[in-house]
């Protein structure tokens, strides 16, 4: 008897009393099978071989099983079976939140997508996800959601067919603008969208000063409410007669 298992499952265990199952290589497609032999089987005796698979991928999922002998059959066409098997999606296994840009000219806005999914990676819809903006001022809108905490501005959805709960962050302050999404029963993500100043410069000379307080050594990212990770900054050590890179700690602006 050869199963041969199908691309999207991962083979979990076989057994069958008659005989002792192994699993091999299918030269032919690259994938796996299960082969049994079974030593004598008596005129209408049967035998069964349990295989047990996990799938991979929301969909249907076919199997097909051939079985053969050494004695003349004179009935092939009996020796072949194949089942088709819906898979549906598994549970909630793992919360997601991007965003299209993390870096946002300050007053614009950046659209968001929490996605939750199975531990397959598959869209699970149906999930209640909340969204709360933890920092920075910006306005958090959630097209369909409900308002779960007035003070904090929550907004729950259900992610949709794509697992997705889609969003916008408008009037993104300067700084960090974060926002955390949180399911029940995984563990919660968050992700920042830095609100910064952006500098049009027109032809022509121009000089431009940016002015610190006389803090030597300071932390950038504390002086100007930035995430040091967003920060790439440097300054020249005549001393070392080499440049200095900003590594998220005091800097000295001397």
């Excluded at 009393?17 to 030269?27: I, K, L, M, R, W």
């Excluded at 020796?79 to 614009?108: M, Y």
Aim: hydrophobic share 40%; proline share 6%; net charge negative.
């Amino acid at each position: 008897i050869v199963d041969s298992l199908p691309a999207d499952a991962s083979f979990v265990s076989a057994e069958s009393a008659q005989g002792t199952p192994e699993v091999a290589g299918d030269s032919n497609t690259g994938l796996q099978k299960v082969v049994c032999v079974v030593s004598r089987l008596a005129v209408g005796e049967t035998a069964t071989v349990t295989i047990v698979v996990e799938p991979e991928k929301v969909g249907t999922l076919t199997n097909e099983a051939t079985a053969s002998a050494v004695e003349v059959d004179p009935n092939q066409g009996n020796n072949r079976a194949s089942v088709d098997t819906t898979v549906e999606t598994g549970d909630p296994s793992k919360l997601l939140l991007t965003a299209e840009s993390t870096r946002v000219e300050t007053g614009g806005s950046v659209s968001l997508t929490a996605t939750v999914v199975d531990k397959h990676g598959n869209a699970v819809s149906g999930v209640s996800v909340t969204l709360t903006r933890t920092a920075g001022t910006g306005t958090l809108d959630v097209p369909g959601g409900t308002v779960v905490n007035a003070e904090t501005g929550a907004v729950a959805m259900a992610t949709n067919g794509d697992g997705n709960v889609p969003a916008t962050l408008e009037g993104v302050s300067f700084g960090a603008n974060t926002v955390k999404a949180e399911v029940t029963g995984l563990d919660p993500v968050t992700i920042d969208v830095l609100g910064e100043w952006r500098l049009r410069l027109t032809s022509g000379r121009q000089i431009i000063a940016i002015p610190f307080q006389e803090l030597s050594p300071a932390d950038p990212a504390e002086l100007l409410g930035i995430p040091g990770a967003h920060l790439k900054l440097a300054y020249y050590d005549p001393v070392a007669e080499e440049y200095v890179t900003y590594a998220q700690q005091p800097f000295d602006f001397a």
